[in-house]
């Protein structure tokens, strides 16, 4: 019997240091995804032409000179319904909405709603195929001092909902072990 309680006193032991791992397991996941976050600015403006060597799309706006976003294999290019539309059918001129990442000339589309049907037309090829490597490089910028509080208010909040779950399971693992001893004699 002694030795029955040697082992329960080891195994709450071990359930405490395994939810306390746990519990920052999930803490350092979260906060990296949380420092991970990218700003996502949308702008509108007319398809001027697809550059398919580059995979960039020019689209031209009223307050700027023309604009050139890459697209990438993540990029979704819809229409206002949510259909998929190929970008060599998009006809110069349509109204787009982009939703870009990025700054200046590094600018990586990661939605295009075409705001109109997009007319049935061979594809665009204006400019000259030029291979080019380009690189980008995403920035964030740093948390103003309420955005660091909410984040830490957020994670305040989730440490307690996790410490609570953990006391839980701690209590059910209890009455499952007395449960057990009970049977045991």
Aim: charged share 30%; glycine share 4%; hydrophobic share 35%.
């Amino acid at each position: 019997m002694s030795a029955r309680r040697g082992e329960s006193s080891y195994m709450k032991t071990n359930i405490s240091k395994i939810g306390a791992a746990i519990l920052a397991i999930v803490l350092c996941v979260w906060s990296t995804e949380v420092r991970a976050q990218t700003t996502t600015t949308t702008t509108k403006g007319a398809f001027t032409e697809f550059v398919p060597g580059s995979q960039t799309v020019v689209v031209r706006t009223e307050a700027s000179a023309p604009l050139r976003y890459v697209v990438t294999k993540q990029t979704t290019i819809v229409d206002e319904a949510g259909a998929p539309v190929a970008i060599e059918r998009i006809s110069p001129g349509s109204p787009l909405s982009i939703e870009y990442t990025g700054t200046g000339e590094n600018l990586i589309a990661s939605r295009i709603v075409v705001q109109k049907a997009a007319a049935v037309t061979a594809p665009v090829t204006t400019a000259p195929v030029v291979s080019e490597k380009r690189t980008t490089n995403t920035t964030t910028r740093t948390l103003t001092d309420d955005e660091r509080e909410v984040l830490k208010e957020r994670k305040e909040h989730r440490k307690e909902q996790l410490e609570k779950q953990i006391e839980k399971r701690k209590e059910a693992l209890d009455e499952a072990k007395d449960k057990l001893e009970e049977s045991d004699d």
